[in-house]
């Protein structure tokens, strides 16, 4: 019998409190458990969140029943809700080498290397806007820069799932964010490899 | 049946307690239970639920109301954490000694002092000796069906449970799980209906002073003492175990879920080596099993243990007499003792021909983090040393992941 | 319903006097009540009979002239609180033994 935590697949989220890291996280969790992942598991942070300071929340996707609650301390993929939470937390803390992690800045990739790891970017925040959500809604958008890099699940599967989530809170807009995210995001292969747009 | 969802734990507690029809709920909020009796609240306002919303000022105060909504024959229900646990003790030896079937969700905190809102099972182990069933789930779905049940059982043999689950790794985790539909749940849990229930047209006195020696009532009909009375409570509280497994089978008839209502093995089989979990910490066990299994070709099990109280102390003994080693691991303890699961597990194995070796590992207090790692090699060092260790150095609890 | 099997024993009973047992026993005081005082004694209707509605162990009557059972009055004093002419007096039970001083 193989060990289940090898077939674990986790994902680190890393916002501020109100940003709606959970609320994503948690699309995120159905669309994969729609999409044939038998084992999801989101947590955030144990214990008290403020608004606005930095928060994690932990993404645990498999295809089998997940049995370990443990916090994630090896994420094989980061999700950064904001640049700027780079000068506070050392989002790559326990990342696996080669290990993804997906950005919403206004810079170019070439600005956010990180040795030995993959980037993902895109201006979510103006992206969130051009879909018409109010400035600085990008818990939805980011949903489709994750899907893009990971590969993980189907765009279409995630913009449904947001839809869903967001019955009555502008469900289009969102699903739309994602969808525009998920088209103009970069990724950047600092491992050695080469861009692909 | 209906579809999966993915939920809090919080939530999925709600959920069964709006299935359920509980008709009051009276409680106060405390981390991490809160977002409990706030989706019942909201399920109320809107509602979904046809049931009384007491807000009270103290956990005490929930108790008293759910105390005396069973009373009257009405379906109750409260949850609570750590101290509020604690500040409602006296009304809960006073809901089992009165025989109220009262359930209540424990969302498992640990214990000022110090202050701390984080996981361990020190609320509950406190609460042993009050006279409550206590049900331990380790997922969202036990959750779910454990507090049906809970009502259920409650119902059956008058005595108030609480269904723990540990606070955040199930309270504030979200994971998929399967709600039960309203039709088949109404089919498993009738309404609830209490002899003595209050109302003016048959007054009684219920629970007034009790004198030492049993008595003729106004009636001529002989009465228990107070000690007849606890009696009772102790000698049907050890045949709930029995009732709580015929309760399973119903529901697994039902639902199709279920099959280890009191202990639940994984891999234990043919296991040298049995290790002795409640809540979460089991199921993290299974990886670690694994592990141990595959990498390390250890003959490693886990036994969860899904009922506290009444303690199935035969049931636990007879799945333990093939075992060489059993490791307890658990997240409280009797100060000054040992854990508190593991002296139980000692004195059920005493009456038993075979006695493994028995060892004790506090870990996880306050939420300190439990790191799967950690597990497998604490795990595996006791494993390697443990016929080395003198039999007293052995029945000393180990600390796990202390930082000082 | 609980289960067939399941006696729960609790201390629920029918109130009534003696529901606590021989509680006249406990009683140091008496309630005496003055008949020339007392509502429905005085009226010859069923009116107040707040001593019988607030016993704690229903020993009083409700009768025009109320009786109180002593074998199980307890002598707690409430009727005599609460009795709106203070037609009820609390006398020393070793008032009434036999041999007991009297005016």
């Not at chain 1, 803390?93 to 895109?122: D, S």
């Not at chain 2, 981390?31 to 989706?39: A, F, L, R, S, Y």
């Not at chain 2, 009738?190 to 007054?203: C, S």
């Amino acid at each position: 019998m193989q060990s289940a935590t090898e077939q674990i697949i986790q994902i680190r989220w890393h916002g501020r409190g109100g940003q709606g890291a959970i609320t994503a996280a948690k699309v995120v969790a159905e669309a994969a458990f729609r999409s044939g992942y038998g084992g999801v598991v989101m947590a955030p942070t144990f214990g008290t969140e403020r608004r606005g300071a930095p928060v994690t929340t932990s993404l645990k996707i498999s295809h089998s029943k997940i049995y370990d609650l443990s916090p994630i301390t090896t994420p094989d993929i980061v999700v950064v809700l904001d640049h700027m939470i780079l000068h506070e937390v050392d989002v790559t803390a326990g990342l696996k080498p080669g290990g993804w992690i997906i950005l919403n800045t206004p810079r170019p990739v070439e600005k956010h290397l990180f040795p030995g790891y993959r980037t993902a970017v895109a201006d979510v925040t103006r992206l969130g806007v051009e879909a018409g959500l109010r400035k600085g809604i990008v818990n939805t958008g980011i949903i489709g820069a994750l899907g893009r890099a990971s590969g993980l699940i189907d765009i279409e599967a995630l913009a449904d799932n947001i839809a869903v989530e967001f019955a009555g809170r502008k469900p289009d807009a969102n699903a739309m964010a994602a969808r525009l995210v998920y088209d103009a995001t970069l990724m950047f292969d600092n491992m050695g490899g080469s861009t692909d747009a | 049946m209906s579809n999966p969802i993915i939920e809090s734990g919080n939530v999925a507690a709600a959920m069964a307690v709006q299935l359920a029809r509980a008709e009051v709920i009276a409680a106060y909020p405390i981390t991490p239970q809160t977002p409990v009796t706030e989706k019942l609240s909201e399920l109320i306002a809107a509602g979904k639920m046809d049931a009384e919303y007491v807000a009270v000022e103290s956990e005490h105060s929930a108790m008293a109301v759910c105390i005396g909504a069973a009373s009257a024959g009405v379906r109750a229900f409260t949850a609570t954490s750590s101290n509020g646990l604690l500040y409602m003790s006296e009304q809960l030896h006073w809901a089992a000694g009165a025989r109220l079937p009262i359930v209540m969700c424990v969302v498992n905190r640990a214990i000022g002092a110090p202050w701390s809102v984080w996981n361990d099972h020190q609320d509950a182990i406190s609460q042993r000796d009050t006279g409550w069933i206590q049900i331990f789930a380790k997922d969202h779905q036990e959750i779910v069906d454990m507090t049906l049940k809970a009502f259920r059982l409650a119902e059956l043999v008058h005595i108030p449970v609480m269904v723990n689950y540990d606070g955040y790794y199930l309270s504030h985790t979200y994971m998929p799980f399967e709600p039960p539909d309203a039709e088949h749940v109404d089919a498993f849990l009738p309404a609830y209906t209490y002899k003595h229930a209050l109302t003016p047209e048959r007054p009684e006195s219920l629970n007034t002073v009790t004198l030492p020696d049993a008595r003729l009532d106004v009636d001529g009909i002989k009465r228990g003492g107070y000690m007849d009375i606890r009696h009772n409570l102790h000698e049907e509280m050890g045949k709930s175990i029995e009732v709580w497994e015929e309760i399973d089978q119903e529901f697994q008839a039902l639902f199709g879920r279920g099959g280890h209502p009191v202990i639940d093995p994984y891999r234990c089989d043919d296991a040298d080596v049995v290790i002795v979990a409640m809540g979460s910490m089991a199921n993290q066990f299974r990886v670690v099993v694994d592990r141990l299994r595959q990498n390390d070709g250890l003959k490693v099990g886990i036994l969860a243990l899904q009922m506290y109280r009444p303690f199935p102390s035969a049931i636990i003994a007879e799945a333990l007499q093939s075992a060489r080693h059993v490791m307890v691991y658990e997240k409280g303890l009797s100060y000054g003792n040992q854990g508190a699961l593991y002296g139980d597990i000692k004195s059920a194995l005493y009456p038993y021909p075979a006695r493994p070796r028995l060892h004790n590992f506090i870990a996880g207090l306050g939420g300190r983090a439990i790191p799967t790692e950690s597990l497998y090699q604490t795990m595996k060092t006791a494993c390697e040393q443990d016929l080395q260790t003198p039999s007293a150095q052995a029945d000393a609890p180990q600390w796990i992941g202390l930082q000082l | 319903m609980p289960d067939p099997r399941f006696k729960v024993l609790t201390s629920a009973s029918t109130s009534g006097p003696g529901d606590a047992g021989r509680t006249g026993s406990w009683r140091v005081e008496r309630p005496v009540i003055d008949m020339s005082s007392c509502i429905p004694a005085k009226t010859g209707k069923h009116a107040c009979h707040l001593c019988w509605l607030l016993c704690p162990d229903n020993v009083v009557s409700k009768e025009i002239e109320p009786a109180i059972d002593l074998e199980y009055c307890k002598g707690c004093g409430i009727c005599a609180q609460e009795c709106p002419v203070q037609a009820i007096s609390m006398v020393p039970d070793a008032d009434f033994l036999e041999g007991a001083d009297s005016e």
